[in-house]
């Protein structure tokens, strides 16, 4: 066989192996690279709601957050509290954090839940199973570089590597050097 049929079927068959890889590390990439606008594991959702009942300083941790669990609906069993002044109070339930203030009545509830797809892509692309996982990560990056290699040396002539393939690598490699120059 040919060493150019070889390139062309190992550029594919490995192409073909890493797709899922490079889908869930480019929706990972980006979702990482906007992590100053939003958060791509979680979504939070604040509510601020006035109880004139808890206005009252006299009531305990537990009087007051049976108040708030009856108010508010929560059907989580209460994780643990926090009386973190002599009128504010935070109270921990599963997925949901309850910060309340007796002065001025006033009960901010921050509810947190997975996002969908980035929570697991992240999960994956930044390497928290570790173990296992870091050789799958390590196999992938090796297979990234190989896919480089032998789609660069895939096309002969004038639009291969040595025609105008050539020009293409030195600004493919320029573009990241002229980045560095500038932030790094």
């Known amino acids: 066989m040919k060493w150019r049929k070889f390139n062309r079927l190992l550029h594919r068959d490995i192409g073909y192996i890493c ?3 490079i889908i869930i590390y480019s929706i990972s990439g980006i979702a990482v690279n906007h992590v100053d606008d939003w958060n791509p594991n979680y979504v939070i959702e ?3 709601l006035k109880i004139s009942e808890i206005a009252d300083s006299s009531l ?3 009087e007051l ?3 708030i669990i009856e108010k508010l609906s929560i059907r989580d069993s209460l994780q643990s509290s926090f009386k973190s002044s002599p009128n504010k109070t935070e109270f921990y339930f599963e997925g949901k954090t309850v910060y309340a203030d007796a002065e001025t009545a006033q009960v901010v509830v ?3 839940k997975d996002r969908a797809v ?3 892509t992240n999960f994956l692309h930044l390497n928290a199973p570790k173990k296992l996982w870091t050789y799958v990560a390590d196999l992938f990056a090796v297979a990234l570089i190989l896919l480089a290699i032998s789609g660069s040396l ?3 002539g004038k639009k291969g590597i040595t025609g105008r393939g050539k020009w293409l690598i030195l600004l493919g490699i320029a573009i ?3 980045f560095l120059l500038l932030y790094f």
């Open 110 to 112: 921050e509810t947190v």
């Open 46 to 48: 604040i509510d601020t």
């Open 118 to 120: 980035f929570r697991e």
């Open 176 to 178: 990241p050097v002229f």
């Open 19 to 21: 797709f899922g890889l």
């Open 154 to 156: 895939m096309i002969q």
């Open 60 to 62: 305990s941790k537990d």
């Open 65 to 67: 957050a049976f108040l």
